[in-house]
């Protein structure tokens, strides 16, 4: 079992910046892929991005390559995502998830997630 906890969340004005982080624990953190989704009002949960367990590969959403980072740090256990130049359109709760494996878009193939954490940004 991994357990997911997110948190930096919160309201931001257009053009702001966020940096959300997601520490994990349980088991061997560095065994996993880890990735954000988020999941907006009304809308299905969708891919952000994600990174390879040794942080050397990551992959974005078109929606957000170029604005968001995603790192990890595997002696802290802890996943990050900086977000940068937001829009109102970013708006939603987001999710940590981890997966065994290579990354996927589908959220269906994440074993465990956190709580998540809410995001809105203003216009």
């Known amino acids: 079992q991994v357990q997911l906890v997110e948190s930096g969340g919160g309201l931001v004005q257009a053009g702001g910046s966020l940096r959300l982080s997601c520490a994990a624990s349980?088991?061997?953190?560095?065994?996993?892929?880890m990735a954000w989704f988020r999941q907006a009002p009304g809308k299905e949960q969708e891919f952000v991005t994600a990174?390879?367990?040794?942080?050397?590969?990551?992959y974005y959403a078109d929606s957000v390559k170029g604005r968001f980072t995603i790192s990890r740090d595997n002696a802290k256990n802890t996943v990050y995502l900086q977000m940068n130049s937001l829009k109102p359109e970013d708006t939603a709760i987001y999710y940590c998830?981890?997966?065994?494996?290579?990354?996927?878009?589908?959220?269906?193939?994440?074993?465990?997630w956190g709580q998540g954490t809410q995001v809105t940004v203003s216009s």
């Open positions: 998830a981890a997966k065994s494996g290579g990354y996927s878009t589908s959220h269906l193939l994440y074993h465990y």
């Open positions: 349980g088991r061997t953190f560095s065994d996993y892929t």
């Open positions: 990174i390879s367990w040794s942080g050397v590969t990551t």
